[in-house]
């Protein structure tokens, strides 16, 4: 198995995820999403497009094939991780995707076997999105922005876009707005803002995450 630096791991899955969530893949963007400036952006995609790793047309960057393939593992290995630190270990939403970050890097084969075994095969993150080379077979969920007043749901996915805006995660899941939760939307304004009922609870929730937040709706 070919071992690649961790800058170049750390691009591949950000143009994965980018793209996962619908969200262009451009420098800009990669940018935003891994914490540098945009020259930097530009210099660690010419050294991609060197390695084989992306293409690059009309400002537009897409993973190639062996590039798609570094990034399903080093997502895989992040997901899986962040499963193992939630439901094993205990740790909270945040911490656990800030300590993944680091795992994803070191995780052998051996380990992620195990990781794998301990866990009984798991699908998803604990964010509901899907480990690559996992049996996931994605529900018929819309946004729950969609929802209509007074319509229940029960939440499937908090997309990677969320995960990297600060303090959701922690908003989140100390709301118990968490995949697996039920809830009722009970309110909503002209400016996409909406309230939801969790449990015994109600919870604002502005555009931005309710458009992203992807939910089953009930009858």
């Given at each position: 198995?070919?071992?690649?630096?961790?800058?170049?791991?750390?691009?591949?899955?950000?143009?994965?995820?980018?793209?996962?969530?619908?969200?262009?893949?451009?420098?800009?963007?990669?940018a935003?999403?891994?914490?540098?400036?945009?020259?930097?952006?530009?210099?660690?995609?010419?050294?991609?497009?060197?390695?084989?790793?992306?293409?690059?047309?009309?400002?537009?960057?897409?993973?190639?094939?062996?590039?798609?393939?570094?990034?399903?593992?080093?997502?895989?290995?992040?997901?899986?991780?962040?499963?193992?630190?939630?439901?094993?270990?205990?740790?909270?939403?945040?911490?656990?995707?800030?300590?993944?970050?680091?795992?994803e890097?070191?995780?052998?084969?051996?380990?992620?076997?195990?990781?794998?075994?301990?866990?009984?095969?798991?699908?998803?993150?604990?964010?509901?999105?899907?480990?690559?080379?996992?049996?996931?077979?994605?529900?018929?969920?819309?946004?729950?922005?969609d929802?209509?007043?007074?319509?229940?749901?029960?939440?499937?996915?908090?997309?990677?876009?969320l995960?990297?805006?600060?303090?959701?995660?922690?908003?989140?899941?100390?709301?118990?707005?968490?995949?697996?939760?039920?809830?009722?939307?009970?309110?909503?304004?002209?400016?996409?803002?909406?309230?939801?009922?969790?449990?015994?609870?109600?919870?604002?929730?502005?555009?931005?995450?309710?458009?992203?937040?992807?939910?089953?709706?009930h009858?």
């Amino acid at each position: 198995m070919v071992e690649w630096h961790p800058a170049f791991e750390e691009y591949c899955e950000a143009i994965f995820e980018l793209n996962e969530d619908d969200v262009d893949v451009i420098q800009a963007r990669i940018a935003d999403r891994v914490g540098v400036s945009r020259p930097s952006v530009s210099e660690m995609i010419k050294r991609l497009e060197l390695e084989g790793l992306v293409s690059v047309k009309r400002g537009k960057i897409k993973l190639t094939g062996k590039g798609h393939d570094l990034a399903e593992q080093v997502v895989r290995r992040h997901r899986l991780a962040e499963r193992f630190l939630t439901d094993i270990l205990l740790l909270s939403w945040a911490e656990a995707h800030k300590e993944a970050g680091k795992w994803e890097h070191v995780i052998s084969p051996a380990v992620e076997d195990a990781i794998v075994r301990i866990l009984g095969q798991p699908t998803t993150c604990p964010h509901g999105n899907p480990i690559p080379g996992s049996r996931y077979v994605a529900p018929l969920h819309s946004p729950l922005a969609d929802v209509a007043v007074g319509a229940k749901f029960t939440i499937t996915r908090i997309p990677e876009e969320l995960e990297f805006t600060p303090g959701l995660l922690e908003y989140l899941e100390a709301a118990a707005l968490v995949p697996g939760s039920h809830g009722k939307v009970t309110a909503s304004s002209p400016d996409g803002t909406i309230t939801v009922q969790i449990e015994d609870q109600h919870v604002g929730l502005g555009s931005f995450a309710s458009s992203r937040i992807l939910v089953l709706a009930h009858a």
